[in-house]
């Protein structure tokens, strides 16, 4: 679930203070749904394969920001620093900043897939909205998990703000994991 908070418009400049919020996800292998403990394996006959599951280990937040104008603005955070780079009208308005982190765990020397959705719209219970686009892992093009089964990836994207969004922003992350 990724949170995001922003304030009212003050009567000379449109000020909106942001912050994404904790972020949950949990998804568990596709091609482990049929049984919850082991499912044969489609790539040997008669031997059985660990689901692969995902936890979120640390939440995605973008601190507190502000909109200096109604054209909106952007902030992106890095998932591999998770440096915070800005565009348009907004700014930063101090705050820790972090880019979010995941475990998988599964089948020891198994190469696996993530798939984060390439927008996600945070709505607010005014009506207004902001959009979380472009998201994206530190996980390399051929993922594999270690001699334990596990692998640790942080995930950052873009949080896109227009000028006349205000209030409580909510919405919720689909994250996919396959093994290869």
Same mark, same amino acid.
């Given at each position: 679930?990724? *949170?995001?908070?922003?304030?009212?418009?003050?009567?000379?400049? !449109? &000020?909106?203070?942001?912050?994404?919020?904790?972020?949950?996800?949990?998804?568990?292998?596709? &091609?482990?749904?049929?049984?919850?403990?082991?499912?044969?394996?489609?790539?040997?006959?008669?031997?059985?394969?660990?689901?692969?599951?995902?936890?979120? /280990?640390?939440?995605?937040?973008?601190?507190? +920001?502000?909109?200096?104008?109604?054209?909106?603005?952007?902030?992106?955070?890095?998932?591999?620093?998770?440096?915070?780079?800005?565009?348009?009208?907004?700014?930063?308005?101090?705050? +820790?900043?972090?880019? $979010?982190?995941?475990?998988?765990?599964?089948?020891?020397?198994? !190469?696996?897939?993530?798939? +984060?959705?390439?927008?996600?719209? +945070?709505?607010?219970?005014?009506?207004? /909205?902001?959009?979380?686009?472009?998201?994206?892992?530190?996980?390399?093009?051929?993922?594999?998990?270690?001699?334990? $089964?596990?692998?640790?990836?942080?995930?950052?994207?873009? !949080?896109?703000? /227009?000028?006349?969004?205000?209030?409580?922003?909510?919405?919720?992350?689909?994250? /996919?994991?396959? *093994?290869?």
């Amino acid at each position: 679930m990724i *949170y995001a908070k922003i304030g009212l418009v003050l009567p000379a400049l !449109l &000020l909106a203070w942001i912050a994404a919020q904790p972020y949950e996800a949990a998804a568990q292998c596709r &091609l482990c749904a049929a049984a919850p403990d082991r499912v044969p394996s489609k790539a040997s006959s008669g031997e059985t394969e660990t689901p692969l599951n995902i936890e979120i /280990t640390t939440n995605l937040d973008f601190s507190r +920001l502000a909109l200096l104008n109604r054209a909106g603005g952007e902030v992106e955070l890095d998932p591999e620093s998770g440096q915070r780079r800005f565009s348009g009208g907004i700014t930063d308005l101090g705050g +820790l900043s972090l880019h $979010g982190e995941g475990r998988l765990t599964g089948e020891p020397g198994r !190469l696996v897939r993530v798939q +984060l959705p390439e927008r996600i719209t +945070l709505n607010a219970p005014n009506g207004s /909205t902001a959009d979380l686009v472009k998201l994206d892992t530190d996980l390399p093009a051929q993922a594999r998990l270690d001699r334990d $089964g596990r692998l640790t990836f942080s995930f950052g994207g873009r !949080l896109r703000v /227009t000028g006349s969004a205000s209030g409580q922003f909510r919405g919720r992350i689909a994250i /996919t994991a396959n *093994y290869e």
